[in-house]
């Protein structure tokens, strides 16, 4: 699997074409993802086969030996014997590893030798995220969640997901160097709230940075009626923790959107207040139950079960056939920040631009 790291964007922002400079590579569309089955060593399999036959071969040779002792009277019986336990022995080992290895095929678990030692990044196996499962009712076909007005959202019916459904890599997926196609981030129509998209990983300090930044000014707008603001969680930072914490966090949120949508917005900025830091094994399942209901919600049961785990790795691949490839990343009304009409501000200045806009030609 690739080592990619996603490109996570500089703070505070510079007044500078830094975002007009050439992305990162794109992000590894299996990021996040289980890890790819294991090969299984060829020589492991004939050492197995090896111990199985020498056992068997000093036990055959162990009662042959007591056999024609028996009969002779020569001596070497303490031979013969010790041969045999050190057969008996070798073969009641050899049965044992094979076991343990059919259990750990059986199941996918893969450990590091350092693991069984009970060191290495994590003794646990990763969380395996499914393939299929299903969508949380208020996030769009897009992967987000639109907060209007008043804490209003705009309603999405329920559905299903499913990876395999999606080519790898998507023939359309934007090549490195060119501008993002991120589906849904179109200006709004004439009359309507501007629309400001923005992509965020839970685990993203920089992120996280952005939404203290900007977060207060963004609620001020949309409740005055003047923007709508979605929220697409991604998960490429899955790899700077012990047990994928930015898929986790994302259904967390799923659930807080499907059951409480009115409480989206306290939630998600209960998880960047409480953030836990890159190479952490990120918050437990426990405490963002926590913070969902500080948010004033109620998802325990569907955080507990990962409800929307496969919603989680399903946006997380959208957004990377997007060509989505740094965090965080903003549009207004289909223009992104960090383009060449971004140059030298800061995200509000860029939104109050194309706001006054709007104003001018009447939309």
């Known amino acids: 699997m690739s080592d990619y790291q996603p490109e996570q964007r500089p703070w505070p922002p510079q007044p500078t074409t830094h975002y007009e400079t050439t992305p990162g590579p ?29 056992s068997l071969l000093g036990i055959i040779f162990g009662h042959i030996a007591l056999a024609r002792i028996r009969r002779s009277g020569d001596g070497g019986r303490g031979l013969a014997v010790a041969g045999l336990v050190v057969g008996y022995a070798g073969l ?16 996918g678990l893969t450990m590091t030798a350092g693991q069984w030692m009970g060191s290495g990044p994590s003794a646990t ?14 996030m769009n076909a897009s992967g987000g969640i639109t ?28 090549p490195n160097g060119q501008p993002a196609h991120a589906p849904g981030v179109e200006a709004s ?49 899955d790899r700077q923790s012990t ?18 949508p009115d409480r989206y917005a306290d939630f998600l900025s209960q998880l960047f207040a409480h953030q836990p830091a890159q190479g952490s094994s990120g918050l437990s399942n426990q405490e963002l139950k926590s913070l969902a209901a500080a ?40 223009k992104p920040w960090g383009g060449s009409t971004s140059t030298g501000l800061d995200f509000i200045q860029f939104l109050q631009v194309n706001l006054d806009a709007r104003a001018s030609a009447g939309t």
């Open 26 to 54: 794109r992000p590894d569309p299996r990021q996040g993802y289980p890890p790819p089955s294991l090969r299984t060593e060829p020589l492991a399999i004939a050492s197995l086969v090896c111990s199985f036959v020498i």
């Open 92 to 107: 009641a080992a050899g049965t044992l590893a094979a076991v343990l290895a059919l259990t750990l095929v059986s199941t």
């Open 125 to 138: 196996p990763p969380l395996q995220l499914p393939d299929r499962g299903p969508s949380p009712a208020n």
């Open 147 to 174: 907060l209007a007005a008043g804490g209003k959202v705009v309603p999405v019916a329920a559905s299903t997901v499913d990876t395999t459904t999606l080519p790898s890599p998507d023939p359309l997926a934007t």
């Open 189 to 237: 129509p004439k009359g309507q709230p501007a629309k400001v998209v923005v992509y965020l990983d839970f685990m993203c300090p920089y992120c996280a940075d952005f939404h203290s930044s900007y977060g207060p000014s963004l609620d001020r707008l949309r409740n005055e009626g003047k923007i709508t603001v979605e929220y697409r969680p991604v998960t490429y930072l």
């Open 243 to 260: 047990n994928r914490y930015s898929s986790r966090a994302a259904a967390a949120a799923a659930c807080v959107a499907d059951a409480h």
């Open 295 to 334: 948010a004033g919600a109620d998802g325990a049961k569907c955080i507990d079960s990962g409800s929307f785990l496969a919603w989680a790795r399903y946006s997380n691949r959208l957004a990377v056939d997007s060509g989505i490839n740094g965090i965080p990343t903003a549009f207004v009304d289909g």
